[in-house]
């Protein structure tokens, strides 16, 4: 090679040594100044410095498109990512509308198992309940709270309109307020007001209703903002009690809720309604049974009821409950009913008994037991009629019982059956005024009577104006 085309080739290898000063240090080839060795070598040489910067060319482009390769890849990877947080967002707030969701049908769940409850444990209340103003007292006092009303009344249907049976308060400054027109419905005796509803009503704008506007005044409109309107009505549709609620905020809602404790309420009612039915037929069966002793003891007439009345007063003001109070006027009705075994001419005898007659005679009570006792609906009340002439001294008969061995109604029975037979008019002697008898029963307390059941007798003669 000439030595012109050698210095270029050097010039060249020298700009590239520049180039790649760094590496080319690392390898140990370093050129500087002309070179004066072998050609061959320094092509050698040359050639592979081209090769490795071709190598490293070729390199850099690959890492070139590597790069854009990834940085494309990156991009849409990021566009993924950017889509799949849109989408995980997206879910989010569904999932969150859902939870919110669930929220409320539970609260909404929550609340219906609440009133499912609620009327179960009332229907359970009042299908155990045949009286009808203790069934219509029970209805106000649990739907009053339940459905949030502040004031609750129900009412009976009469004739004449609807008499007021019960109220109930949720509190004392509503009570304050209400209690004034409470009374004089009360005082009026009957609200008139037209109740030709088949359903329940509600009403939550009141003061925009004239015909309540004028019912309830001022006042109460300012308070109560909502109203509750539910008729109790038979199976023929007709009303038979009648429930106003009063609140802030009673809404339809309550509306299906209240239908069904109208028609559980009907439904006990109608029972109740069956249950006295069943009951007055019984109780008149019981009095065709009593009366055939007045038929045949002609010196009776009357006794048997008046015995009752009395038994019944004086257990009323003991407070006996419904059921007691039906048991012991059955009771009274058959005290006597031992004396259809005992012969005529012994029960009608118009002189005085021999002790032998009277003997006969006092086996009645026992007889009276015999009777009855074997019928289930009697069972119960069999004792006391086997009772009715045990003396709290012991010296009483069948058995000569004494104080707490006498069942309560046949001390009643005994008093009433005593005061009854001084006081009433027989052929052979006029019966005695009601101040003397009282003064006989008040001076026999404690060895003939019960001393309790007399004083309650003698305040029941005293308030019911009997003089004594
Ligand atoms: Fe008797």
Known sequence: MPRREMDCLLEEVLAINKYLEE?????????????????????????????MLYEREVQLEEDEIEIDKYSRQ?????????????????????LKAYTEEMERMNIELNRRVEELKNLFHFSQEVTSNFDKYELLRIALKDIVPFINSSFGAVFVSKEKGLRLVDTYYRDSATFSIIEPLAKRIISRGYLNYDISLEDVQIHTDIEKTPKFYKILKDKLIEKFKSMALVPVL????????????????????EKYLLSCYSNVLSIALENAKLY????????????????AI???????????????????????????????????????????????GVPDEILNKPAKLSEDEFNVIKLHPLKGYEIIKDIPALKDISVHVKQHHERIDGKGYPEGLKKEEISLEAKIISVADAFDAMTSDRPYRKGMNFKKAADILSNNKGSQFDEYVVNVFLNYLEENDNII
């Open 23 to 51: 590496e080319i240090k690392e390898k140990g080839i370093l050129i500087e100044g002309h070179y004066t060795g072998e050609m061959d070598v320094l092509k050698s040489e040359f050639n592979r410095v081209l090769s």
């Open 74 to 94: 990156l991009k849409s990877k990021n566009s993924e990512l950017i889509n799949r947080q849109s989408e995980l967002e997206a879910a989010h707030s569904q």
């Open 234 to 253: 038979d199976k023929n549709k007709h009303i038979v009690a009648f429930i106003v609620l009063l609140g802030e905020y009673i809404d339809e809602n």
């Open 276 to 291: 006295d039915d069943i009951n007055k037929m019984f109780f008149d069966t019981v009095k065709v049974l009593a009366n």
């Open 294 to 340: 007045e038929v045949k003891d002609m010196y009776t007439k009357g006794h048997i009821d008046r015995v009752t009345d009395y038994s019944v007063a004086i257990a009323k003001k003991m407070n006996f409950e419904k059921k007691q109070l039906e048991k012991i006027k059955i009771a009274a009705a058959l005290h006597d009913i031992g004396k259809i």
